[in-house]
């Protein structure tokens, strides 16, 4: 029989302990009064002012602290969308008009950039948003999942800068190129590993993600061949998309009752790919629907005529599988 979900939310936010990590006295000396007599108030007045400047510069300290934790988290930053590579027609088209870029113009993307604490270099993942955009709820989660997992997060949002609202019943922007842009600014990070980033996408994400762990024969985009992603994760993506052989070790996260990614074709797909090219890992859980990871979704709702709904123990479960994948893949 299938275990009980424990109803607790994974993704919950823990209380701040900034000021948790100070050794504040068991109890406070008297303030005193500055402007009083020292017979008033049993201290010499030089004595107090010390004191005085003392415990406010303690306060300053620790405020400061919390001001440069917080900073340093859900930074917003801009970088640009990988460049395509233009076709041989087009080349010769530019030639003819005198132009000579070799590569179709690049968009500007916003991305959520967070770290842990300390020097680095650190792993870093790339998260992808599904087709209905990115939240600030699902920006903060993702964020604060992945850095405490040790690795620098760059939560990216695909559509702000384009407009766009949901890309559900629309084809997608070109968001493979965002990833790969998103790859390519990590990688001039100082406190980032350029060759340890991997890619970790949901729904729509998790799509581009298989997208992107694909093999090509042809190169589609204008970025170093030395830049790639390490490895990646995808939650209930359509695996239809991917090619059978992929090129970087991948895990896929699926409820087996998903009405919108079904686990069948995933299973199809695995039978197909016969265990050749990279290694990948399919989990399907019993009773999970799409969207299974997202707290917001405890009660259920249908979005274009699919079925989402919470599983609390699903989520906890799927979250462990893709922690223990990138500890594996990541310290190679």
């Known amino acids: 029989?299938?275990?009980?979900?424990?109803?607790?939310?994974?993704?919950?936010?823990?209380?701040?302990r900034a000021f948790d990590r100070f050794p504040f006295p068991r109890r406070w000396p008297p303030l005193g009064n500055t402007v009083s007599s020292p017979n008033e108030i049993g201290v010499p007045r030089e004595r107090t002012k010390v004191r005085v400047w003392t415990i406010a510069r303690f306060i300053l300290t620790i405020l400061a602290f919390d001001v440069q934790t917080t900073a340093s988290a859900d930074e917003l930053?801009?970088?640009?969308?990988?460049?395509?590579?233009?076709?041989?027609?087009?080349?010769?088209?530019?030639?003819?008009?005198?132009?000579?870029?070799?590569?179709?113009?690049?968009?500007?993307?916003?991305?959520?950039?967070?770290?842990?604490?300390?020097?680095?270099?650190?792993?870093?993942?790339?998260?992808?948003?599904?087709?209905?955009g990115l939240s600030k709820?699902?920006?903060?989660?993702?964020?604060?999942?992945?850095?405490?997992?040790?690795?620098?997060?760059?939560?990216?949002?695909s559509f702000a800068t384009r407009g766009i609202k949901e890309a559900c019943d629309q084809p997608m922007p070109a968001r493979e190129a965002d990833a790969l842009g998103a790859l390519v600014y990590l990688s001039n990070l100082n406190f980032v590993d350029p060759k340890r980033i991997a890619v970790f996408g949901s729904s729509q994400g998790g799509i581009v993600?298989?997208?992107?762990?694909?093999?090509?024969d042809v190169k589609l985009f204008a970025i170093s061949d030395e830049l790639k992603f390490k490895a990646a994760v995808?939650?209930?993506?359509?695996?239809?998309?991917?090619?059978?052989?992929?090129?970087?070790?991948?895990?896929?996260l699926i409820g087996e009752l998903d009405d919108w990614t079904p686990a069948k074709d995933c299973e199809l797909w695995m039978k197909l790919r016969a265990g050749k090219g990279a290694p990948v890992k399919l989990m399907v859980?019993?009773?999970a629907y799409?969207?299974?990871?997202?707290?917001?979704?405890?009660v259920g709702r249908r979005s274009f005529g699919h079925w989402l709904k919470y599983d609390a123990d699903a989520a906890q479960r799927s979250e462990l599988e893709a922690r223990d994948f990138l500890a594996t893949e990541l310290t190679k």
Not at 114 to 121: E, L, N, R, T
Not at 209 to 216: D, E, G, I
Not at 234 to 252: E, H, M, S
Not at 290 to 298: K, Q, R, S, V, Y
Request: aromatic residues 10%; contains cysteine.
């Open 1 to 16: 029989m299938r275990r009980k979900a424990d109803a607790i939310d994974p993704y919950r936010k823990p209380r701040s």
């Open 137 to 157: 709820n699902t920006r903060s989660r993702m964020a604060e999942l992945i850095t405490g997992w040790g690795y620098v997060s760059l939560v990216v949002d």
């Open 209 to 216: 993600a298989l997208q992107l762990a694909s093999t090509h």
């Open 285 to 287: 859980y019993p009773g």
């Open 77 to 132: 930053v801009k970088f640009d969308s990988a460049a395509y590579i233009m076709g041989q027609i087009q080349q010769r088209q530019a030639r003819e008009l005198g132009e000579t870029s070799a590569s179709a113009p690049a968009a500007t993307v916003d991305g959520y950039l967070s770290k842990p604490s300390g020097d680095g270099p650190f792993p870093a993942v790339v998260y992808l948003h599904g087709c209905s």
């Open 234 to 252: 995808a939650y209930y993506p359509q695996c239809g998309v991917a090619t059978q052989q992929l090129a970087i070790p991948t895990i896929i």
């Open 290 to 298: 799409h969207a299974f990871d997202f707290p917001i979704l405890a």
